[in-house]
C-alpha cells in the first residue's frame, strides 16, 4: 500500500468513526436528555456544543465568525492534503491523514450544527477538588494523534517528513 492511499484511509476512517459516534451519541443513545453519564471514577459522556476552535478558544457564534471559521478550515486541510500527497513517509501522509479527517469531521459539525459536538470528558479528584480536562471528541483525538505523530516523523523519522 502507498503512503497516499495509507493517509486517505486513516482520513475516511477518522471522518466516518467520528460523526458515527456522535450521531449514535446525539440521536441513538440520546446523550442531551441523559445528561452526564459516568462512565469510569475518571471518564463521563456529557454534551458540549464547543462554538469556538481547539479548547474553546475564539468562542464566537455569529454567523460571520463561524463563515470565517470554516473558511480557515477549508483553507487547512486544502493545504494539508498537497502536504498529504507530497509527503514519502508513511507514518507523516498517515498523521496527516488522521488529522484532516478529524478536520473534516468537526468541520461538518459546525456546518450541520453551528457548533462541534464534544462528549468525552476526563476527570480526577484530588483532595475533594475535582479537576476536569476539556471536553473533546474522536476528530479531536485524531488530530492530537496526528500533530504527535508528525512531530515524532519530523524530528526522529529517517528521513524526516518536510511541509511543501
Known sequence: MTPLRAGIIAAVVTLVADQASKLWLLNGFD???KGVV???PFFDLVL???IGISFG???N???SAQIALMAVKVVAVIALAIWMARSQTRLATVALGLIIGGAIGNG???FAYGAVVDFALFHIEI???TYNWYVFNLADVAIVAGVAALLYDSFLGVPAAKAP
Request: no cysteine.
Open 31 to 33: 446523550l442531551a436528555r
Open 38 to 40: 459516568k462512565v469510569t
Open 48 to 50: 458540549a456544543w464547543n
Open 57 to 59: 478558544w475564539l468562542q
Open 61 to 63: 457564534d455569529g454567523q
Open 108 to 110: 461538518i459539525d459546525r
Open 127 to 129: 483532595g475533594g477538588n
